[in-house]
């Protein structure tokens, strides 16, 4: 039921772009991405929604191929503060929710 | 909004004690969902709430493990005769009424089990 990241981890220099990805095995009806930096609780940053509706910050993006069930993360023009993981989160029913394998992103000077 | 507390903040134990966590979540927030994370791995889901009726509980959740949430407001995680294993942190999150909202997360409780 967890979803599947990739890349496992990325390095980044500041400036550069990211692309995260999340596949998961089982119908999404919407997709959340949190960051958690080390020894802190996630925060979240995007939901995509069935039919396309988004809710999150202006300077990330994200896409939602519902028939894939895949969903990407894009990171632009990454900053020192884009450090962390960054993990997508589904809910197939509504009562669950499981986080995906984690995508451990450092951004360096 | 003081966002979602956790109580408390670390614990050890030793092998076979109890031990109960507490979860503030922000008011009026209708889901609570708890966690368990340990190092390097995602949170896992453990089980939810809605207001106080627990729709879902994870396998995950043996019988050492019980939640409550007797007046929809706060909720303890209870874990009975503790064992090495449960060593991780356990995270509390709220959020809003309604599908597809954001989890609100609390700051974790880190449980050291020897």
């Known amino acids: 039921q967890q979803p599947v990241q990739s890349p496992q981890a990325v390095i980044l220099r500041e400036g550069e772009d990211a692309v995260i990805n999340c596949s998961s095995s089982k119908a999404l009806y919407s997709v959340h991405w949190y960051r958690q930096k080390h020894g802190e609780a996630p925060i979240f940053l995007m939901i995509?929604?069935?039919?396309?509706e988004q809710k999150g910050h202006d300077k990330i993006s994200a896409s939602f191929n519902e028939k894939k069930q895949q969903s990407s993360l894009y990171l632009t023009a990454s900053q020192l503060s884009y450090s962390g993981t960054y993990f997508c989160?589904?809910?197939?029913?509504?009562?669950?929710?499981?986080f995906g394998t984690g995508t451990s992103l450092t951004v360096i000077p | 909004d003081t966002g979602v507390s956790q109580d408390p903040r670390h614990k050890i134990t030793k092998r076979g004690q109890n031990v109960t966590f507490r979860c503030d979540p922000i008011?009026?927030?209708?889901?609570l969902y708890w966690y368990r994370q340990t190092l390097g791995q995602g949170p896992e889901f453990l089980t939810y709430f809605q207001n106080e009726a627990q729709l879902e509980k994870s396998r995950l959740l043996s019988d050492r493990f019980s939640a409550e949430r007797p007046k929809g407001s706060f909720s303890t995680l209870e874990i009975q005769r503790t064992e090495q294993g449960d060593s991780a942190m356990y995270l509390c999150?709220?959020?809003?009424?309604?599908?597809?909202?954001?989890?609100?997360f609390g700051p974790g409780t880190r449980l050291l089990v020897l």
């Open positions: 999150a709220s959020s809003p009424q309604g599908p597809r909202e954001t989890q609100y």
């Open positions: 989160g589904t809910e197939p029913t509504g009562n669950q929710f499981y």
């Open positions: 008011s009026e927030h209708n889901r």
């Open positions: 995509l929604l069935k039919g396309g």
